[in-house]
């Protein structure tokens, strides 16, 4: 009964009674057996494809998960690590030609991955990634027959990046006066700025320039056409990136780096990271 019926306030309403079951007088209802679940269990149906003889279209050892798509030209893989921690895993395909490539989403660099396995139709492949990375695993189907049973290379998938240096600062950074914060204060080094004593900074929503100078160490000399990055550590929650005037890209999700090697020179670099906050 509702409050209206009953008398009641907006002050004394009380809970609906418990009726009983569909199949109690008056209703007398005959409900049936209940309906069969639309879809099988997984483990049912991967039971059911291994007697079957086929393969699973994606596996791997690590907390990676895909999905699939198949075009006219191409398998298209997306595969993403489902945890905080880097991953170095393995993942095998069911494709049996062509060869592998990845496609970054991010920077949207397309490369060959030169070093996979191919038994019968399974393609193994190492992987990496960094956290909650994700990327395109795709197979090319009009570049050539099929490739070898086994595919071996000198090149790796993935190259470890070594630290050369580190930019110590002390750092220049410009807030926007207007949302209550100091134009300019000076980090002696890299700090969250929400820990900062000035209420104008602690409490600071918005973007803020840190800039500095530094010096390529001789260590990184090394050949000019190699890659080097900056590593942006732990960004809270997007950051800009300017060497020597030259715009080198956004970091918005791990790893945090941006390629500066068209940018950097041996002495007297001017770096300019523009942070913004929630």
Same mark, same amino acid.
């Given at each position: 009964?509702t409050?209206s019926q009953?008398?009641a306030?907006?002050?004394?309403w009380?809970?609906?009674k418990?009726?009983g079951v569909?199949?109690m007088?008056p209703?007398n ?6 309906a069969p679940?639309l879809?099988?269990? !997984?483990e049912?149906t991967?039971a059911?494809l ?8 994606? +596996?791997s050892?690590?907390?990676? @998960?895909?999905?699939? $798509?198949?075009t006219?030209?191409? +398998?298209i893989?997306?595969?993403?690590n489902?945890?905080?921690q880097?991953?170095?895993t =393995?993942?095998?395909f $069911?494709v049996?030609?062509g060869?592998p490539e990845?496609? +970054?989403p991010?920077?949207?660099q397309i490369r060959?991955?030169?070093q996979?396995?191919?038994a019968?139709?399974? =393609?193994t492949?190492?992987l990496r990634?960094?956290a909650y ?9 009009k $570049?050539g027959a ?5 595919? @071996?290379?000198?090149a790796?998938n993935?190259?470890?990046v070594?630290?050369v240096g ?7 950074v410009?807030?926007?006066p207007t949302?209550?914060?100091p134009a ?6 890299l +700090? ?5 004593p000035e209420a104008g900074?602690? !409490?600071y ?5 840190y800039r500095?100078?530094? %010096?390529l160490?001789?260590?990184a ?9 900056? %590593?942006?550590? %732990? ?5 800009r ?5 030259k715009e080198?890209?956004? /970091? ?7 390629e500066i /090697? ?5 002495t007297g670099n001017?770096l300019?990271?523009e942070v913004?906050?929630l």
């Amino acid at each position: 009964w509702t409050g209206s019926q009953t008398g009641a306030t907006a002050d004394n309403w009380t809970a609906a009674k418990v009726l009983g079951v569909a199949g109690m007088a008056p209703w007398n209802l005959n409900l049936g057996p209940p309906a069969p679940p639309l879809y099988p269990h !997984y483990e049912s149906t991967a039971a059911i494809l291994s007697r079957m003889g086929l393969a699973p279209d994606f +596996e791997s050892s690590g907390p990676v @998960r895909y999905t699939h $798509r198949t075009t006219r030209d191409r +398998e298209i893989y997306f595969v993403a690590n489902r945890s905080e921690q880097r991953v170095d895993t =393995t993942g095998t395909f $069911r494709v049996a030609g062509g060869a592998p490539e990845l496609w +970054e989403p991010v920077t949207g660099q397309i490369r060959v991955l030169p070093q996979f396995t191919r038994a019968g139709e399974l =393609t193994t492949i190492p992987l990496r990634f960094e956290a909650y990375e994700s990327y395109f695993v795709v197979f090319p189907k009009k $570049r050539g027959a099929p490739m070898a049973a086994t595919t @071996r290379s000198a090149a790796a998938n993935f190259t470890d990046v070594v630290a050369v240096g580190t930019v110590d600062g002390p750092w220049d950074v410009a807030f926007d006066p207007t949302l209550g914060a100091p134009a300019r204060v000076r980090f002696q080094t890299l +700090e969250d700025w929400t820990r900062r004593p000035e209420a104008g900074i602690r !409490y600071y929503s918005g973007v803020a320039t840190y800039r500095t100078t530094f %010096d390529l160490p001789a260590s990184a000399a090394g050949r000019r056409d190699a890659p080097r990055y900056l %590593d942006l550590g %732990d960004v809270r929650v997007i950051a800009r990136v300017r060497l020597n005037g030259k715009e080198c890209g956004v /970091a918005w999700t791990a790893p945090w780096r941006v390629e500066i /090697a068209d940018a950097v020179r041996p002495t007297g670099n001017v770096l300019e990271i523009e942070v913004a906050n929630l």
